[in-house]
């Protein structure tokens, strides 16, 4: 069973838009929900986290917008930049999956010039 | 600060041989992780250990899969008698302690490919 559904799979955007990836989770028990960053060759780098505790959390030009009713979380990429182009996965912990992270299949961004 | 480090970068090795994978977590965390990224499953952990504490090894793809944490520092990650479906990248993770309060620090990853 998938525990994390992530959208789309890949994104083009032009430079100075909004990017935007959608999550969606199964289990309410879950409580950390962060967004991760991959450039090739290297590994995941935690970009932003948000607890359910909130709605929204920004910081700089990325927000995280949560939907607990919805069990939907969206990472935000405001005036994206080609050094923005990576691979972002969303992930969730908590719940019986205890400390480990469930990741999602990853979207791969690419900003334009 | 030195981050999390994993050696060797790459690896090449023939179907049916053992490898063992090595990760150094940054110093003074307690929680390492192990993790495996491949194009067809994604990003899927593997096995957790935190402190002195039981590994969580529910992860474990198969028996074939083992790992050892000496010293509450450095760990390996053995594959015995490798299959062409256990090439992938293999990721190490370290937190100050488990639990999400505590940030997942990730390292570049052991590339293994069997032949």
């Known amino acids: 069973q998938q525990q994390v559904k992530q959208s789309p799979q890949s994104l083009i955007v032009q430079k100075g838009g909004i990017s935007i990836i959608n999550c969606a989770y199964e289990?309410?028990?879950?409580?950390?929900f962060p967004w991760y960053q991959q450039f090739p060759g290297k590994g995941p780098a935690l970009l932003i986290a948000i607890r359910p505790d909130v709605s929204e959390k920004k910081e700089g030009r990325f927000t995280i917008s949560f939907n607990k009713s919805a069990k939907q979380f969206s990472l935000h990429i405001m005036d994206s930049q080609p050094g923005d182009s990576a691979t972002y996965f969303c992930a969730v912990l908590g719940g019986s999956s205890g400390d480990k992270l469930t990741f999602g299949t990853g979207t791969r961004l690419a900003v334009r010039p | 600060g030195a981050g999390v480090s994993q050696s060797p970068s790459n690896k090449v090795t023939e179907k049916g041989k053992d490898v063992e994978l090595r990760c150094d977590p940054i110093?003074?965390?307690?929680?390492l992780y192990w993790y495996r990224q491949s194009l067809g499953q994604g990003l899927e952990f593997l096995i957790y250990f935190q402190g002195n504490s039981a590994p969580d090894k529910s992860g474990l793809p198969s028996d074939r899969f083992s790992a050892e944490r000496t010293g509450g520092s450095v760990s390996t990650l053995t594959i015995q008698r490798t299959q062409q479906e256990d090439s992938a990248v293999y990721l190490c993770?370290?937190?100050?302690?488990?639990?999400?309060?505590?940030?997942?620090?990730f390292g570049p990853g052991t590339r293994l490919t069997v032949t």
């Open positions: 993770a370290s937190s100050l302690r488990g639990g999400p309060s505590y940030e997942q620090y």
């Open positions: 110093s003074g965390h307690t929680a």
């Open positions: 289990n309410t028990a879950f409580d950390y």
